[in-house]
Every structure is written in C-alpha cells, then in structure tokens.
C-alpha cells in the first residue's frame, strides 16, 4: 500500500524558539489624571502576546497517476531528523539570533517607554495636587493642555511600538518560507541520489539502522545551497500580510515525499496589545 505522508516542512516550524517575552515594565494602564472621571485613554503600553503560527495546508506534489490494477513500487524509506538539520544550519542559526537581538531591544524600547509615560503621569499628578479644590474640578488650560499631549504622546507610542513589533513577526516568517523552501529542494535531492522515494521524520519512526539517515547528507546540502537569508531591514515598515511559501519545485528523477512531524509549535515574534481609543477632553 502506498502510504501518502504529508510535507516535513511543517516541522519548520520551531524556528526561532521564544526569546525573552516583552514585559510590561507596570501593572497599571496608563491615564491622565481628571480626563472624562479618570477614563483612561488608551489600554496598557503595548503588551506583546504570544501566538501560535497558522498550520499551512500540506504542500500539493506532483505525481502521476498510478494506471489501475499496477502496484505501486516498492517503498524505499529515508529518514530525517529536521531538529538536528536546524541545529546544524547556519542560516537557521543567525536569522535565530537576529530575531532574538531585534526582540531583545524591542523590548529595552518599551521599558524604557513605560519608565517615561510613569514620571510623566506622576508629574501632572503633583501638579494638580497643588491646586485649590476648585481648581482640581476646573483645571487651568495649561494643565489640560499637559494632560492631552500626553495621552496622545502615549497613543503614539503604542502605535510605534505594534508596528515594529510586526516588522518582527514578518521578517521572521519570510526567513522561514525562505529555508523550507530550500529544505525541500535539499531532501527532494538528497531522496532521488539514493533512490528513497518516501521521507519520514524521526519523530515517526521507532527504529531504524544508521543507512536510512539522510540527516547529516541533508545538513550539509543545505548548508552548501543557503549558508544565509537576507532579513527585512529593522525599522521597515511591516506590510498587510506575509504570503504562505509557494509549492517546493520537483526533485531530480525522484518521488520522495516528507513526512510531517507533530512537534512543538514555535512561538512567534510577540504582538503588542491593541490600545484603547483615545479619549479627548
């Protein structure tokens, strides 16, 4: 019986493992003091969450349709270890840690953001502690005015702050399609110079002798095809959508398929919550 696995491209799907979450400096939403009965105008500074990738659907192959009554041909099985070829790869490997350096001081921005929306809110907070009663339910203009640029200040900030977040999460995915598409030209390659035609990850096989590896022939292909990936630039503005990786081209002469893996998702570059609208006096 034929057996149909489906893309072992999805276990490319620990790339970059979590780095550091980005956590908010203060429990505390930010507001500026007497603004509508104390409405706070915008929800905390931004608070990354953690999401899980979109499960793509198994890459279509194309192979001839077997002519009814002929037995398919015999199975010849290679397996791969898709974790030990990441941890092999060097472009797995420094696009890893860029991401983790570009989450890293996103994440210095917004404790520092925080630490300055604070010492701002305090400051009109003191300012208007020193006014008479009646000036604290009638506050002058120039202490509203304080108020309001700071509450657009901080809406601003959030806005900064998600929008490179993003930029994260895209150039992240887009390094990724990059090297499953290259991992799937490698193993198609690698399974027809052995004449495998049905690739399994090790996660699926209980056991098997040292020549059904193509791991380490794998690593070293791949490493020879893609010793890098071109990350967007920091700082670029994230555009609406990444699209999915387009269907690997067929190998050389062979029919290899790879198997899926239920692996562990990756956790992607966090998101910032989304603000509060805000609420002018």
């Known amino acids: 019986m034929m057996m149909k696995a489906r893309s072992a491209l ?8 979590a780095a550091a979450t980005v956590a908010p400096a203060q429990a505390q939403d930010w507001f500026v003091p007497n603004q509508g009965q104390q409405q706070r105008p915008a929800q905390q500074a931004p608070r990354p969450a953690q999401q899980a990738p979109q499960q793509r659907p198994p890459q279509a192959v194309q192979r001839a349709a077997l002519p009814p009554g ?10 791969v270890d898709v974790p030990e070829v990441q941890r092999n790869s060097t472009a797995f490997n420094a696009v890893r840690e860029e991401i ?8 210095d921005d917004l404790q520092r953001e925080q630490a300055s929306w604070r010492d ?6 003191q300012e208007r502690a020193a006014l008479t009663p009646e000036l604290q339910r009638n506050p002058p203009e120039a202490l509203r005015n304080k108020e309001r640029e700071l509450q657009e200040k901080i809406t601003e900030s959030q806005r900064v702050l998600r929008d490179r977040s993003r ?23 690698v399974a027809s110079s052995r ?8 996660p699926l096989v209980i056991f098997n002798e040292p020549p059904f590896d193509l791991t380490e022939e794998i690593s070293q292909q791949l490493n020879r095809q893609l010793r890098s990936v071109n990350l967007a630039p920091e700082g670029a ?24 893996t239920q692996g562990q998702a990756a956790q992607q570059p966090a998101r910032p919550a989304a603000q509060g609208q805000q609420q002018r006096r």
Do not use: F
Request: aromatic share 0%.
């Open 120 to 125: 701002q809110q305090q400051q009109l907070q």
């Open 167 to 189: 930029g994260i999460e895209q150039a992240a995915q887009q390094a990724l399609n990059e090297i499953e598409q290259a991992l799937a030209v490698v193993v198609r390659q």
């Open 237 to 260: 503005a994230p555009s609406a959508d990444v699209p999915p990786p387009p269907p690997a081209p067929p190998g050389q002469g062979g029919n290899a398929q790879a198997g899926s």
């Open 195 to 202: 004449k495998v035609n049905i690739v399994l990850p090790r």
């Open 70 to 79: 002929q037995q398919p041909p015999d199975a010849v099985i290679g397996i």
């Open 10 to 17: 999805a276990a490319l799907a620990v790339l970059l493992p």
């Open 100 to 107: 983790e350096r570009r989450r890293q001081k996103l994440n």
